[in-house]
Antibody, heavy 117, light 110 residues
Framework: QVQLVESGGGVVQPGRSLRLSCAASGFTFSDYTIHWVRQAPGKGLEWVAVISYDGSNKYYADSVKGRFIISRDNSKNTLYLQMNSLRAEDTAVYYC??????????WGQGSLVTVSS | QTVVTQEPSFSVSPGGTVTLTCGLSSGSVSTSYYPSWYQQTPGQAPRTLIYSTNTRSSGVPDRFSGSILGNKAALTITGAQADDESDYYCVLYMGSGIYVFGTGTKVTVL
């Protein structure tokens, strides 16, 4: 069945880096735009970044531009989010989601990132 | 900076109807923003309800419907059920690859 599984979350100190992964299965990964969306504890959802089906186009929220890098490996059916210069305000559950008609279709279960000294 | 506004909370009786809205801090929402809607219960991933203004996602019951009402996008729940008690978020596509989530609405069914 269709599945998106995030991994790589954990506790990291401010200023350090972390890479999240999102492994896809059950559908043709290379046909889809994929997004990262996050949710800080007790807060609403925030769009983070999107990458086109072939990786040629990438867009970021202002809050992460210049610090986060979205990428994908279609041969491995995997999406990545390289997070650099992490801040306390980046603490959140990070979800990957497939794009569809300028919205989202399938969602992973999320990976918690905690930025704390 | 663009802010997408939603009502903080709504209460609806079982079997009743509630309409949630999604607006812009400046300007009007139209179909060109491709408004979409998501339901989320605590501790769970979001669930897609509506995309492109009014198209229901697969498996979503027809008591959920999307539309444009005046200058806002709207999500209407008709015949509310207990398990509709959730947080609801809209998303607008702002163009140039940028998306913005609304502030979210907490719906209580009682």
């Amino acid at each position: 069945q269709v599945q998106l599984v995030e991994s790589g979350g954990g506790v990291v100190q401010p200023g350090r880096s972390l890479r999240l992964s999102c492994a896809a299965s059950g559908f043709t990964f290379s046909d889809y735009t994929i997004h990262w969306v996050r949710q800080a504890p007790g807060k609403g959802l925030e769009w983070v970044a999107v990458i086109s089906y072939d990786g040629s186009n990438k867009y970021y929220a202002d809050s992460v531009k210049g610090r986060f890098i979205i990428s994908r490996d279609n041969s491995k059916n995997t999406l990545y989010l390289q997070m650099n210069s992490l801040r306390a305000e980046d603490t959140a559950v990070y979800y990957c989601a497939t794009g569809y008609n300028y919205g989202y279709e399938r969602w992973g279960q999320g990976s918690l990132v905690t930025v704390s000294s | 900076q663009t802010v997408v506004t939603q009502e903080p909370s709504f209460s609806v009786s079982p079997g009743g109807t509630v309409t949630l809205t999604c607006g812009l801090s400046s300007g009007s929402v139209s179909t060109s923003y491709y408004p979409s809607w998501y339901q989320q219960t605590p501790g769970q991933a979001p669930r897609t309800l509506i995309y492109s203004t009014n198209t229901r996602s697969s498996g979503v019951p027809d008591r959920f419907s999307g539309s444009i009402l005046g200058n806002k996008a709207a999500l209407t729940i008709t015949g509310a059920q207990a398990d509709d008690e959730s947080d609801y978020y809209c998303v607008l596509y702002m163009g140039s690859g940028i998306y913005v989530f609304g502030t979210g609405t907490k719906v209580t069914v009682l």
